[in-house]
Antibody
Framework: QVQLVQSGAEVKKPGASVKVSCKAS????????IHWVRQAPRQGLEWMGW????????NYAQKFQGRVTMTSDTSISTVYMELSRLKSDDTAVYYC??????????????WGQGTLVTVSS | EIVLTQSPATLSLSPGERATLSCRAS??????LAWYQQKPGQAPRLLIY???KRAPGIPARFSGSGSRTDFTLTISSLEPEDFAVYYC???????????FGQGTKLEIK
């Protein structure tokens, strides 16, 4: 079955960068876009962007442009999300999710377990 | 930028009752709207996409309807496991962003 396993929790200082990994299994990795969504404590969901793992093409939400980088390593079926110049309000659980239909339909089906990133001085 | 507004913020119902949740878009999203369920400490789960299509494995008691700016998620008869937070999400071709509404909490009355 589809499984996305994310890296563990991180604690970072303001101004630092964080890189979260998402390892996929149970399906053909190259055939499905991966989305990243975050959720601040007791807040709603915020879509950050997607990556085509096959081509490496990306699309980022305007809010994160210039600060987020999504990459993929097809040899190990893993995508990465790196967020730079961290601020305290970047404290959130970061999720990766597989696109339902393959290309970027936008619909997130099959989620990782989430990675808590805490930004604190 | 399209803004999704969900109502009500909180809905209090009993098991067996019918739940109706609303999502309104600030401009037309045609039928490009999805619904998700999230329980505490868990990742969201896709329920409905393209306004009315049930995602794989989703029970028939969940249904979606609507188009352009007004959408509804209906749960025909609430089961105990349905009490959760529900989010709507739209898909925009340009700019290509897929933002979420603020959520509706469905709680046991």
């Amino acid at each position: 079955q589809v499984q996305l396993v994310q890296s563990g929790a991180e604690v970072k200082k303001p101004g630092a960068s964080v890189k979260v990994s998402c390892k996929a299994s149970g399906y053909t990795f190259n055939d499905y876009y991966i989305h990243w969504v975050r959720q601040a404590p007791r807040q709603g969901l915020e879509w950050m962007g997607w990556i085509n793992p096959n081509s490496g093409n990306t699309n980022y939400a305007q809010k994160f442009q210039g600060r987020v980088t999504m990459t993929s390593d097809t040899s190990i079926s893993t995508v990465y999300m790196e967020l730079s110049r961290l601020k305290s309000d970047d404290t959130a659980v970061y999720y990766c999710a597989r696109d339902l239909l393959g290309y970027s339909s936008g619909w997130c089906s099959g989620w990782g377990q989430g990675t808590l990133v805490t930004v604190s001085s | 930028e399209i803004v999704l507004t969900q109502s009500p913020a909180t809905l209090s119902l009993s098991p067996g009752e019918r739940a109706t949740l609303s999502c309104r878009a600030s401009q037309s999203v045609t039928s490009y709207l999805a619904w998700y369920q999230q329980k505490p400490g868990q990742a969201p789960r896709l329920l409905i996409y393209d306004s009315s299509k049930r995602a794989p494995g989703i029970p028939a008691r969940f249904s979606g309807s609507g188009s352009r700016t007004d959408f509804t998620l209906t749960i025909s008869s609430l089961e105990p496991e349905d009490f959760a937070v529900y989010y709507c999400q739209h898909r925009s071709n340009w700019p290509p962003e897929h933002s979420f509404g603020q959520g509706t909490k469905l709680e046991i009355k």
